[in-house]
Structures are given as structure tokens and as C-alpha cells.
């Protein structure tokens, strides 16, 4: 039997639901499927890696800021494409509408 993996966003949310008591992690396992001793391994990794939550290093900001920028840049560079095409496209069935004038006759010089 092949070991499953989990998002980490899943098993936060599963420990979360443990945590906030509404259901026992046997409850929680039978209806997500997952043993119980995998949610209570994923409570004591939580539990124990907790703190880093409070103690993002400065190489850690400087990180997600840098990423940030680079997403924030990449947006504005799409957006610019997209801009640049749709000119791009008008100019060319402008310039294919002149091209046609021309060839019947009706230059305007």
C-alpha cells in the first residue's frame, strides 16, 4: 500500500479542527479517512514547530517581500502584454484596412 501525501494546508485545517475540540480525532480520522495516529503525529508536528509562527527570521521577510515584488512585477508585466496585444491586433487590421484602400485606389495623398 503506497503512503498518501497531504497538502499542507490540509493537514493544518485537520489539526486546527482537533484543536478546537467540536470532534474527537477518531471522529476526524473515520470521516476524512486518515488513521488516527496520523492526525495525532500531525497535532505533536504542529504543536511543536508552533513557535515558528512568531519567529520568521529576517532572511524569511526578506524572502516574502522579494516574492511578493516578484509576483506584484509579473502581474503588471501580463498586464502589459495583454495591453500591447490588444494595440498590437488593432494596428495590424488598421494597417490591413489601409493596405486594401491603397490597392483599390482610394489613397488619400
Do not use: C, P
Not at 498518501?4 to 474527537?24: C, D, P, S, W
Not at 515558528?52 to 524572502?63: G, I, N
Not at 508585466?77 to 494595440?87: D, F, I, N, P, R
Amino acid at each position: 500500500m503506497e503512503k498518501k501525501e497531504y497538502a499542507a494546508e490540509y493537514k493544518a485545517r485537520m489539526v486546527m479542527e482537533i484543536l478546537e475540540g467540536a470532534n474527537t480525532v477518531a471522529e476526524i480520522g473515520t470521516r476524512e479517512g486518515v488513521s488516527s495516529r496520523t492526525l495525532s503525529n500531525w497535532q505533536q508536528e504542529f504543536r511543536g514547530n508552533a513557535a515558528r509562527a512568531f519567529s520568521v527570521s529576517k532572511d524569511e521577510r526578506e524572502a516574502r517581500k522579494s516574492q511578493q515584488e516578484a509576483e506584484e512585477r509579473e502581474k503588471r508585466l501580463a498586464e502589459k502584454v495583454g495591453q500591447l496585444t490588444v494595440e498590437n491586433d488593432w494596428l495590424k487590421k488598421k494597417y490591413a484596412e489601409i493596405g486594401l484602400r491603397r490597392e483599390k485606389g482610394h489613397d488619400r495623398r
